[in-house]
């Protein structure tokens, strides 16, 4: 799923594929531990995706959905994503993790959640209960004190 298809796209979910000129990655200097590497390579991975080519690539209802769930990561008016990644000490390694969320985003989005039916208890549930109450009752009236009353 890692390799580009022969024709430049890149897959993204399962039946999705975006063009490799739809994914724009910039890099920059990194934070955290790594000594003199972070100040000297660009290793953090940033992926901006506009929104407008997420949705030649996907159905309109996973692409509401996507927007729903991406939260802070849209960008601007919510025209575009923007996904970021510092967790490796090697750029490549970081710009794959960047599609890699990319795609458990779009895969999340695509999986519709199930309806919720109403049911109501049985017949034997609601005895169980009503006979579950009146056991507490009897049991909890036998502790108090008879002259109570």
Not at 11 to 36: D, K, M, N, W, Y
């Amino acid at each position: 799923m890692d390799e580009p298809t022969p024709d430049n796209r890149c897959p993204i979910a399962p039946g999705v594929a975006l063009p490799e000129s739809a994914l724009r990655f910039t890099f920059s200097r990194s934070g955290g531990p790594g000594g003199q590497n972070v100040n000297k390579l660009s290793t953090k991975a940033t992926l901006t995706v506009q929104i407008e080519d997420l949705g030649q690539a996907i159905p309109l209802w996973t692409l509401k959905r996507l927007l729903i769930h991406a939260g802070s990561r849209l960008a601007g008016d919510g025209d575009r994503i923007i996904i970021t990644d510092s967790s490796s000490r090697s750029q490549q390694a970081n710009k794959q993790a960047c599609l890699a969320k990319l795609r458990m985003m779009v895969v999340e989005a695509m999986n519709r959640p199930k309806r919720r039916r109403a049911t109501k208890p049985s017949r034997a549930s609601i005895q169980r209960r009503l006979d579950a109450k009146r056991h507490r009752s009897r049991r909890l009236s036998e502790r108090r004190d008879p002259s109570d009353n």
